[in-house]
């Protein structure tokens, strides 16, 4: 995993003097310059990769297994009563992590750990062939919101382009108001006066307003049916679209549970990417939590409880040692409670 982040040429010299900034002699076949290196800017990247090792993972006689270069000496062990039962040949992951530029490699460590901490949250997988699609909600809504916008574009354009309401008079009727009629779209007149009679003395009717022409139904009809379009491709609807009609709640309820298993491999997805961190998090707990500490304990019932770790006692046991045993994730998402007592109350109502 490539984690990259443009910054300052300046900056980056305060942060590494001894670094080289400009001079990008070496490259691979696709480099480009412009990508890591502009007139001002220079691209800081963090690389996580693994290595593998060939090395033995040996047996104890106590039921622990650990790897060849991690065993204690041999006067440990006797001291310990515990002997080597077996071993045997395998390959040991170490994972990692280096700060570079495009031209050189700043800073180098191991990650005390068995995973790269980079977890990507996935959204839809798809396989066609022998090919993996991966795309998210809005994938297949692109087209139908392309054409909302072009619906809603020309719905604007015949009502800005339609002409504003006119008046139709004869010739003459605004004789001596003509100010009046000529203002009459941009101000409000609480009247209006005209002559009864035409230029050449003739009756003629009061003068009418032209109503224009509204705009056509076919774009008012596009633009509602490309929404609902929409909606039905991204699986989430309006509640007015559900047809509740006179339903209870627990059937109100049942409905949008069958609109939230449209999208819920988007929801599992994310679960499952959360589990990841908190199985990284507990692979190198016993690294960072080395020294007796005093750590806050949330139990099932949500009750914080402080438990000190790693504490030796008048012998020097240690105890509540996070190294020893093995730990797993149980990964549990719904409605949140503070207690089990008010779930209990939310199940039996």
Partial sequence: VLIT???????????????????????GTGD???????????????????????????MLSDGTT???DELPSDEVLAAAKIQILDRRRTVKKEIRWCKLTAI?????????GRYIPVIPVYGRHVVIGDKRKKFGMVRHGKDAQRMYNFWQTSLTES????????????????????NDWAQANV???????????DIDGRAAPAPQRLQPEPPANGIMQATVAIDDDIKTLMGIFDPAQLKQGNISGKALNGQQQQVD?????????????????????????????DTQRVLRIIGDDGKPEMVTVNEKD???????????????????????????????VEAMM
């Fill in 104 to 112: 050189e490699v700043l800073e180098e460590k191991v990650f005390p």
């Fill in 187 to 197: 101000k409000s007149y609480p009247v209006l006066r005209y002559k009864q009679t």
């Fill in 261 to 289: 298993l449209t999208n819920f491999d988007f929801y599992d997805n994310f679960t499952k990417s959360l589990a990841q961190v908190a199985r990284i998090i507990l692979d190198i707990t016993p690294t960072i939590y």
């Fill in 159 to 178: 009502v800005a382009l339609a002409p504003k309401a006119k008046w139709l008079m004869a010739e003459g009727q605004d004789e001596g108001h003509e």
């Fill in 32 to 58: 480009a310059q412009s990508e890591w290196i502009t007139k001002e800017d220079i691209r800081l990247a963090e690389y996580f990769y693994t290595v593998r090792k060939e090395t033995e993972l040996v």
């Fill in 314 to 344: 008048a012998v020097g046991k240690v105890l509540n040692d996070v190294t020893v045993g093995r730990y797993d994730v149980v990964m549990e998402t719904g409605p949140g409670y503070n207690s089990k007592r008010q779930e209990a």
């Fill in 66 to 68: 650990v790897y060849k």
């Fill in 5 to 27: 982040t443009m910054m300052s040429k300046k900056a980056f010299s305060d942060q590494y003097p001894d670094a080289e900034v400009d001079s990008f002699q070496q490259r």
